[in-house]
């Protein structure tokens, strides 16, 4: 049995090993040698990683990057994601404010045409005339009056034409008025297209109509 190496110091300074077998045998070793045997060598296991070395950051990261490693996610700044939320939350505050004007401006336009349609339009002249233009749509209930200027009496006829094109919509009325007495009387108007009218007149009478929504 080999017997484990030792180291001694001679007359001369010297260090000795003992081999197997030869126990007086002494071995001259140099001075400043820390020993005259070789260090024996190691065989790495099976399935066990290969020693790195200390020095090498490229073996560290070598031995890290195997293929079931799995890649790290990038890290998101916290600033960038809070700033991705508030443009978020400004984004959906806008078109809920501007989605919220509208509704209010649809329902401020769809009343006043209520109010403007129950309301009614009038309007007056004397003899031949067109009126102004006037917006209606709907349904209207037309009162008209006409009053002679002598005693001799007067003709009344007045239609409702479109603004836009002069083309005649509806006969208003169509009367020869005797004697000197105002004649009034009504006439109606169904499913008008929203548009802009006006009333002209072939009249020798003063003369009025009031458009009445219904």
């Known amino acids: 049995m080999m017997e484990l190496a030792c180291a001694a110091s001679g007359p001369n300074g010297e260090r000795c090993a003992r081999a197997a077998g030869h126990p007086g045998q002494h071995v001259p070793v140099p001075k400043g040698t820390a020993s005259a045997m070789p260090a024996p060598a190691t065989t790495p296991s099976p399935g066990a990683p290969a020693a790195m070395d200390p020095g090498r950051s490229g073996d560290a990261e070598a031995a890290v990057d195997t293929p079931w490693a799995i890649p790290p996610e990038p890290l998101v700044r916290t600033d960038q994601a809070l700033l991705g939320m508030l443009t978020l939350a400004l984004l959906y505050g806008l078109g809920t404010g501007i989605a919220t004007l509208g509704a209010r ?110």
Request: with cysteine; net charge negative.
């Open 105 to 214: 401006w649809t329902a401020a336009s769809d009343a006043a045409a209520a109010a403007a349609h129950a309301q009614g339009v009038s309007v007056a002249g004397r003899g031949d005339q067109t009126t102004t233009t006037f917006s209606l749509e709907g349904d209207y209930l037309v009162r008209w009056a006409a009053t002679p200027s002598t005693a001799n009496g007067c003709y009344h006829a007045a239609v409702l034409e479109r603004a836009d094109s002069g083309h005649q919509v509806e006969l208003l009325v169509n009367e020869a008025i005797s004697g000197s007495a105002a004649r009034s009387g009504t006439a109606l108007l169904s499913g008008l297209a929203r548009n802009d009218y006006r009333v002209h007149a072939s009249s020798d009478c003063s003369w009025t109509f009031a458009f009445e929504g219904r």
